[in-house]
């Protein structure tokens, strides 16, 4: 073992030893902690978020966009206010209050932070931004598509390993045996070499066990990336799906729409708050989508591409039609 991995295990923070985690490494709480937390932040760098902060002697001046989406992805709104005797903006968890003519709209709102809390009046020191025009919030998603691609990532692990073994289910009546199995099974699921021993000369016996399933091992992975790529056509984001039959202009157009409708809606109201906060608060927030994901900028500049393709097109078609006529003139 290394030094550098010698020092790392002895750093390790948390009770657990490092190889104890290694070894709980394909379970389903595992695999749904890693997607989690890759999920939650693959939703943090959804929206470019510009002018919010700025880094003074070392230290961000305002609101980092990552504490902004965190805050909405959780909750599904935030407060964005100043804190006492201080003049840069920040963004707080809140809870509302105070009733108006309509059951989700609030006059007042508690704010919290690890060093503050405290009570603003909303849009006259403190502005709401909205994860969705009904507040409902990101991490519903997270935690929907981390549970089925830990389920998916589970199944894929079991039917790799299983498929080194095509023999039945090994069973111990004594201590040695049951430990002499369990340290076949672990080199199986490392890929060493391995053999049951059987110290007391009893037999282990094997139950029959069919491993096969309905699904082969390639069909489990596509499933796997399927999942993936239908997370981000729930939240709006244009995902390429494998189908066997031909896709029409018209369905893919209709795709889309939808995928515009779930976007947009999350997109205006970030727009919304920045043009709230820059004319009560003075500074300049803006916030847009990424170029990848910028569907109308992208169908712009496809329309701009055919358009100077169509124009060349009709230039070319005019030039040869007029030598067409010169040569008919000159033939007279």
Request: glycine residues 6%; proline residues 2%; aromatic residues 12%.
């Amino acid at each position: 073992m290394s030094y550098y991995l010698e020092n790392l295990i002895s750093n390790y923070n948390g009770k657990d030893n490092i190889i104890e985690h290694d070894l709980d490494a394909c379970t389903y709480p595992a695999y749904y902690r890693f997607w989690t937390n890759e999920l939650f932040e693959r939703l943090t760098r959804l929206f470019v978020w510009e002018n919010t902060y700025e880094i003074v002697d070392g230290k961000i001046i305002g609101v980092d966009p990552k504490e902004i989406e965190s805050r909405l992805i959780l909750r599904g709104f935030a407060a964005v206010s100043k804190l006492p005797n201080e003049e840069d903006l920040t963004i707080f968890f809140a809870s509302m209050f105070g009733p108006t003519k309509y059951f989700d709209e609030w006059k007042q709102v508690n704010i919290h932070c690890p060093i503050y809390a405290g009570t603003r009046t909303i849009d006259k020191d403190a502005i709401i931004i909205n994860n969705t025009r009904i507040r409902n919030p990101s991490y519903m998603y997270v935690h929907h598509y981390a549970t089925l691609l830990a389920h998916a990532e589970v199944t894929l692990v079991d039917m790799m390993v299983d498929a080194r073994d095509n023999g039945g289910v090994p069973i111990a009546r004594t201590q040695k045996q049951f430990e002499s199995i369990r340290a076949y099974q672990n080199k199986r699921f490392y890929g060493k070499y391995g053999v049951v021993t059987d110290m007391g000369g009893l037999g282990v016996d094997y139950a029959g066990s069919d491993r096969k399933t309905s699904q082969s091992i390639l069909e489990v992975l596509e499933a796997r990336n399927k999942l993936i790529r239908s997370f981000y056509s729930d939240i709006g984001i244009r995902a390429a799906f494998e189908k066997k039959s031909n896709v029409n202009s018209l369905e893919i157009d209709g795709n889309d729409s939808l995928l515009k409708f779930n976007i947009s809606d999350m997109l205006d109201q970030r727009k919304l708050a920045c043009e709230k906060l820059n004319s009560l608060f003075g500074v300049n927030w803006s916030v847009r989508l990424p170029e990848e994901i910028d569907y109308d900028k992208i169908e712009e500049e496809e329309k701009m591409e055919v358009n100077r393709f169509e124009n060349s097109s009709q230039l070319e078609n005019k030039e040869e039609d007029d030598d067409d006529a010169s040569k008919s003139e000159e033939d007279i």
